[in-house]
T-cell receptor, first 112, second 114 residues
C-alpha cells in the first residue's frame, strides 16, 4: 500500500538481530501493527503499539515508533530460521471504522 | 485458543462460475472483515460487518456480496468469476470495538479461477 511503505526484502544469519522498517504517511494513525505471514498461512498479529508510546518490548520483539518521522521498526533478537516469513506493517486511526492500511510486506530470510 | 476459521481452504472454479467463502469468527467477536490478497501483494480490504450490519466498504467489486449471520459467521459470495479474482481471501475478526482495531486473521481461502 502506498500509505505504508516497507522495504521488500531482508536477509540475516541465524542468531543475528533483524530490523524491519516501515514508514507511514497519515500522522493521525493511532495504532501501528506488525503482522507475520508464513507461506500459505494467514496473518498472525505479532504486536501493536499505540501512538503515544515510543517503544514496546515483548520477548524477542522490540517495536520502536518515531511519531515525528512517522517511522516504525520491528527488531527481532536472536533471529531463528522459524522467523522466516513476510512481515506486514499496518496503520490505523483506531475507532470503529476499518481504515487499516497495510504495507507491501518485508520478506525476511534467515540463513543458517 | 479458538481462531478464525475459514472454509474451504482451497477452491478451484472456472470463469463465470460462482463461489461462496465462509468465515467463522473467534467466539464473542462481533466484527468481521474480508480482505483479498493477490500474489505478492498486501491485503486489500473488501468489506466489514459489525453486529450483522455492513460497517465499512472497501474495494469490493459489484459482483461480490457478503453478509453476516445471526451467529456472527460471514459469507462472501462471488459471482461471474474472472481470472483476476484468483487470490487469497482472508477473513479477520475483532472483539467489541475498543478503538484498537485489532484484527485476528484466519488462514485464508485460496481461490483459483481457471
Amino acid at each position: 500500500g502506498e500509505d505504508v511503505e516497507q522495504s521488500l526484502f531482508l536477509s540475516v544469519r541465524e542468531g543475528d538481530s533483524s530490523v524491519i522498517n516501515c514508514t507511514y504517511t497519515d500522522s493521525s494513525s493511532t495504532y501501528l501493527y506488525w503482522y507475520k505471514q508464513e507461506p500459505g498461512a494467514g496473518l498472525q498479529l505479532l504486536t501493536y503499539i499505540f501512538s503515544n508510546m515510543d517503544m514496546k518490548q515483548d520477548q524477542r520483539l522490540t517495536v520502536l515508533l518515531n511519531k515525528k518521522d512517522k517511522h516504525l521498526s520491528l527488531r527481532i533478537a536472536d533471529t531463528q530460521t522459524g522467523d522466516s516469513a513476510i512481515y506486514f506493517c499496518a496503520a490505523s486511526k483506531g475507532g470503529n471504522n476499518n481504515d487499516m492500511r497495510f504495507g507491501a510486506g518485508t520478506r525476511l530470510t534467515v540463513k543458517p | 485458543a479458538a481462531g478464525v476459521i475459514q472454509s474451504p481452504r482451497h477452491l478451484i472454479k472456472e470463469k463465470r462460475e460462482t463461489a461462496t467463502l465462509k468465515c467463522y469468527p473467534i467466539p464473542r467477536h462481533d466484527t468481521v472483515y474480508w480482505y483479498q490478497q493477490g500474489p505478492g501483494q498486501d491485503p486489500q480490504f473488501l468489506i466489514s460487518f459489525y453486529e450483522k450490519m455492513q460497517s465499512d466498504k472497501g474495494s469490493i467489486p459489484d459482483r461480490f456480496s457478503a453478509q453476516q449471520f445471526s451467529d456472527y459467521h460471514s459469507e462472501l459470495n462471488m459471482s461471474s468469476l474472472e481470472l483476476g479474482d484468483s487470490a487469497l481471501y482472508f477473513c479477520a475478526s475483532s472483539p467489541k470495538p475498543d478503538g484498537k482495531n485489532i484484527q485476528y486473521f484466519g488462514a485464508g481461502t485460496r481461490l483459483s479461477v481457471l
